[in-house]
C-alpha cells in the first residue's frame, strides 16, 4: 500500500500561529496531494506537489517534498479560525486509479 | 457552477435492501472514483472509472457494484446493504491522471 499516513491526530493551536502537519508514505509515488475537509463536507484539493519538487506554495500553504524520507509536510502561516477543519494527504502512483489517502490531522484553531 | 453532484444526501436502509447513489459531474472529467470514509479514517477507493466505458476494483469492492451510465454519471450500488456499509460516500472526479480531484459533498448512508 502507498498508504500516506499524517501526524499528528488532531492539533489545536491559537489564531495567528503557524501549523505544521506531517505525511508519511511506503512507496514510489508520482506526486503527493494535500486535501482539506470542513466538518460533513467533501474534501478541498489545497496543493499538489510532484515527485520532482521539493517544496511548493500557494498563499499561506507551503507543502515540502522529501522522497528519500518518503515524507512531506504542510504549513499553514498565521492561522485563522477558518482554516479549523480536516487535513489529509494522499499519494498517487500517476497511473488511472485513485489516490491513497491517510487518516488525517484535525486541527483546531483557538480564537 | 455544479462540480460534482451526488445524491442523495442522507439514506437510512435496512439489512438487505439494496440502493443506488447517483453521481454525477459536469466538468467534462474523464475520471471519476467512488470512496467511503469511516469515523477517523481517511478515504478508501471502492471502485473507479478511468473512462467512460471502463470501471475497474479498487481497495474495497466487495459488497458493492457501479455502472459508468456516461460521461457525466457515475453510480454506486449496493445489491444487499449489511451494516458495515454503513458510511460516508464520496464521489470524486479528475481531468487527467496527474490532477488532483474535485469531490462531492457526500453521502450519508446508515445501515440497520
Known amino acids: 500500500s502507498q498508504q500516506g499516513e499524517e501526524d499528528p491526530q488532531a492539533l489545536s493551536i491559537q489564531e495567528g500561529e503557524n501549523a505544521t502537519m506531517n505525511c508519511s508514505y511506503k512507496t514510489s509515488i508520482n506526486n503527493l496531494q494535500w486535501y482539506r475537509q470542513n466538518s460533513g463536507r467533501g474534501l478541498v484539493h489545497l496543493i499538489l506537489?510532484?515527485?520532482?519538487?521539493r517544496e511548493k506554495h500557494s498563499g499561506r500553504l507551503r507543502v515540502t517534498l522529501d522522497t528519500s524520507k518518503k515524507s512531506s509536510s504542510l504549513l499553514i502561516t498565521a492561522s485563522r479560525a477558518a482554516d479549523t477543519a480536516s487535513y489529509f494527504c494522499?499519494?498517487?502512483?500517476?497511473?488511472?486509479?485513485?489516490?491513497?489517502f491517510g487518516k488525517g490531522t484535525h486541527l483546531i484553531i483557538q480564537p | 457552477n455544479a462540480g460534482v453532484t451526488q445524491t442523495p444526501k442522507f439514506q437510512v436502509l435496512k439489512t438487505g435492501q439494496s440502493m443506488t447513489l447517483q453521481c454525477a459531474q459536469d466538468m467534462n472529467h474523464n475520471s471519476m472514483y467512488w470512496y467511503r470514509q469511516d469515523p477517523g479514517m481517511g478515504l478508501r477507493l471502492i471502485y473507479y472509472?478511468?473512462?467512460?466505458?471502463?470501471?475497474d476494483k479498487g481497495e474495497v469492492p466487495n459488497g458493492y457494484n457501479v455502472s459508468r451510465l456516461n460521461k457525466r454519471e457515475f453510480s454506486l450500488r449496493l445489491e444487499s446493504a449489511a451494516p458495515s456499509q454503513t458510511s460516508v460516500y464520496f464521489c470524486?472526479?479528475?481531468?487527467?491522471?496527474?490532477?488532483?480531484?474535485?469531490f462531492g459533498d457526500g453521502t450519508r448512508l446508515s445501515i440497520l
Open positions: 494522499a499519494v498517487s502512483g500517476g497511473g488511472a486509479d485513485g489516490l491513497t
Open positions: 472509472s478511468a473512462s467512460e466505458g471502463t470501471t
Open positions: 470524486a472526479s479528475r481531468q487527467g491522471y496527474r490532477q488532483p480531484q474535485h
Open positions: 506537489i510532484r515527485s520532482n519538487e
